[in-house]
């Protein structure tokens, strides 16, 4: 959650602070802060809210010095107030943090007890006490922070700095991500590399338990003994543009535009034009191993595991093999039943959803094989899984997520055609036609893009309704559910997504003329060597449907529909009717996602909802 950043060299920090919280702030943004150190002296803005409330606030202020560390928070303990936002200095100390600290309370008792006022609601505070406690017995700031570390259990990453040290700068980890940026005689550390890459893209990824002890003119890396520790630098292929909106009102909006070229460029890495087959150089070494497989469990949150739940329906039909889904906060604690022929799948964008890392923790531990699809790399869930699938969409940092999703979609498609190669369950000939089809999603999505005017039109005439229920039968039942995330979590209308069948078991009961029903019903094409019996299953899916349209549409709900082009029927039931290129069973839910997107993105802007920032929410969910 909250984003952090420091900087030490010899410019004014202020700038570098603001700009690059600004660049964190989809992080969260209940409050922020930034400290700047001259001359022995620590001066600390705060305030609730944004990071332009903290702009203003600094507009006329004039600080000297050239290092300073910032920080905008997303509220876990304690509420999002100024007194709790970060950085909290405490004598010759001053810190921020992101994570959660869970034997806080031990330690502030503790605190008390020696008479140390405690200012703040937060975890944090009790731990630049800690720190002070120790530089106040003549420590240095690394000793202090390696003598402290032992005594914490949970989550953190802290970017620290003491009055008494004027070029040092002390980043941490342990479950939530820093990363360490080299420039020339000034450094930098960030919780991403998205506050930094315009001014360097010299990274070091910091590991567990590593402490960065940076200086202006150059960065040691240390373990928790204060020893010299081995350490990579990378250099990073994101642009710094990627990460401005070109042009668009918000980067949601961009990323949604962005979809069409985010797939060639998932696809593509991962074919293998000579044979014209999906080959997905990572799986080379499991392809023996994926034939006796007995198993697959996918563990995801959010957006990533609705992405899951249309994976299964690809491995079971092109693979055959029996597939798991489970929301990760669930897996982690249900002592799942696993074995050295099981295969985890997780996956995430951002690669440090803390909930998702504790499943992989899991899996690993119970000796299955674990496969991260990941957007990030250098994330802890990239580093740490058996195999890591990159997505390659580029940075997405509209809070809600895009083109991460309709790109796990696209990896996750070749996985199964890879995995159903594999075990011999598709023959050449329909692996073929598979990848033929798949090397036509990029242009079909550039098409579903141009629909985009009806559907903010669609958006528009319905901003009244009290309810927005949306529901698809198979493949497109986790289309419905991702369709009614994305607009409840940006727009903040209250909406539902259902498996078309379970409509009748209750749902049914809050229908009324005020409710509008999404119903995704598109027209399955089929390639020519699917198993017999495909066309037909389509065909079955999309009457059961109509049917449940039509039980809809006797209770006075309003018919948003979207189907295919190929098929004239729905327009006489629906109210308002969308109309995708045809594609087939597989590719639909891709395409299908995208109106989605874009309905809860003309909602929230209707509504005047902050869409690229929404209320509670943050972008990577790095705390339990
Ligand atoms: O970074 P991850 O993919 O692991 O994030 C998982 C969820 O937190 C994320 O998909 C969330 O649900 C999004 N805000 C949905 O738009």
Redesign the pocket.
């Known amino acids: 959650m909250c984003g952090i950043i420091g900087y030490i060299g010899d410019k004014n920090p202020k700038g570098i602070l603001l700009d690059g919280l600004k660049r964190l702030e989809y992080r969260g943004y209940d409050s922020a802060g930034i400290a700047v150190l001259h001359d022995k002296q620590v001066e600390v803005f705060r305030c609730q809210g944004r990071i332009e409330a903290l702009e203003k606030r600094l507009s006329n202020a004039d600080f000297k010095g050239s290092l300073g560390i910032g920080h905008t928070r997303w509220a876990t303990h304690g509420a999002p107030t100024e007194r709790n936002a970060h950085p909290h200095q405490v004598g010759a100390i001053t810190l921020v943090h992101n994570g959660i600290i869970e034997n806080y309370l031990e330690h502030r008792e503790r605190l008390q007890a020696m008479g140390r006022k405690i200012l703040s609601e937060t975890d944090s505070e009790i731990v630049a006490h800690l720190f002070d406690l120790e530089v106040s017995q003549g420590k240095t700031l690394l000793q202090a922070i390696a003598a402290v570390l032992p005594r914490l259990k949970g989550s953190y990453a802290f970017v620290v700095l003491s009055k008494n040290e004027e070029d040092t700068i002390i980043g941490v980890r342990n479950g939530a991500p820093l990363l360490v940026g080299l420039g020339d005689k000034e450094n930098f550390v960030a919780s991403d590399v998205q506050a930094i890459l315009h001014r360097t893209k010299q990274i070091i990824y910091l590991k567990d338990h590593q402490i960065a002890v940076c200086h202006r003119g150059n960065v040691e890396i240390k373990d928790l003994y204060g020893k010299d520790t081995p350490f990579e630098v990378k250099t990073i292929n994101w642009s710094a543009d990627q990460m401005e909106k070109a042009g668009y009102r918000h980067f949601m909006l961009k990323e949604i535009h962005e979809q069409p070229q985010a797939l060639a460029q998932t696809i593509e890495t991962n074919i293998d034009h000579q044979s014209g087959l999906v080959s997905i150089p990572e799986l080379s070494s499991l392809r023996s191993w994926l034939k006796d497989l007995d198993q697959i469990q996918i563990v995801?949150?959010?957006?990533?595991?609705?992405a899951g739940l249309v994976g299964r329906y690809y491995l079971e039909r092109f693979a055959r093999i029996s597939v798991k889904v489970d929301f990760?906060s669930e897996f982690r604690y249900r002592d799942p039943l696993l074995s050295t022929k099981s295969l985890v799948v997780l996956?995430?964008?951002?690669?440090?959803?803390a909930?998702?890392l504790a499943a992989l923790r899991e899996a690993k531990t119970k000796g299955a094989k674990t496969l991260a699809i990941?957007?990030?790399r250098e994330s802890t869930?990239a580093r740490d899984a058996d195999l890591v699938l990159y997505t390659n969409a580029g940075p997405e940092i509209?809070?809600?997520?895009?083109k991460?999703?309709t790109t796990?979609l696209a990896m996750l498609y070749m996985l199964a055609v890879e995995a159903g190669q594999a075990n011999g369950n598709i023959d050449e000939t329909y692996a073929k036609e598979l990848t033929a089809d798949l090397l036509k999603l990029p242009f079909l999505a550039e098409r579903t893009l141009l629909l985009e005017k009806q559907i903010e039109k669609m958006a528009g005439d319905h901003l009244d309704c009290s309810f927005f229920f949306y529901m698809g039968r198979d493949v497109q039942y986790p289309i419905a559910l991702?369709g009614a995330?994305?607009l409840k979590?940006?727009s903040y209308a209250h909406a539902e997504g259902y498996a078309a069948g379970e409509l009748k078991h209750g749902p049914i009961a809050l229908i009324d003329r005020t409710a509008a029903v999404l119903i995704i019903a598109p027209k399955d094409t089929e390639p020519t060597s699917a198993p017999e019996g495909m066309a037909e299953h389509s065909k079955t899916l999309f009457e059961k449907t109509m049917s449940n349209l039509q039980e809809v549409k006797s209770r006075g709900g309003k018919i948003l529909a979207f189907g295919s082009e190929n098929d004239p029927s729905l327009a006489q039931h629906a109210d308002c009717l969308i109309q995708l290129p045809a594609a087939s069973w597989a590719l639909n839910p891709v395409l299908m996602a995208i109106p989605l997107q874009l309905m809860a993105y003309y909602t929230a802007l209707f509504r005047g909802t902050d869409v690229d920032k929404?209320r509670n929410?943050?972008?990577?969910?790095t705390v339990e």
């Not at 996956?347 to 959803?353: A, H, L, R, V």
């Not at 929410?617 to 969910?621: G, Q, R, Y």
């Open positions: 995801a949150c959010g957006t990533a595991r609705h990760a996956i995430s964008q951002s690669g440090e959803t909930d998702t990941c957007n990030v869930l509209g809070v809600a997520s895009t991460a999703f796990q991702e995330l994305k979590e940006i929404p929410l943050a972008k990577s969910v």
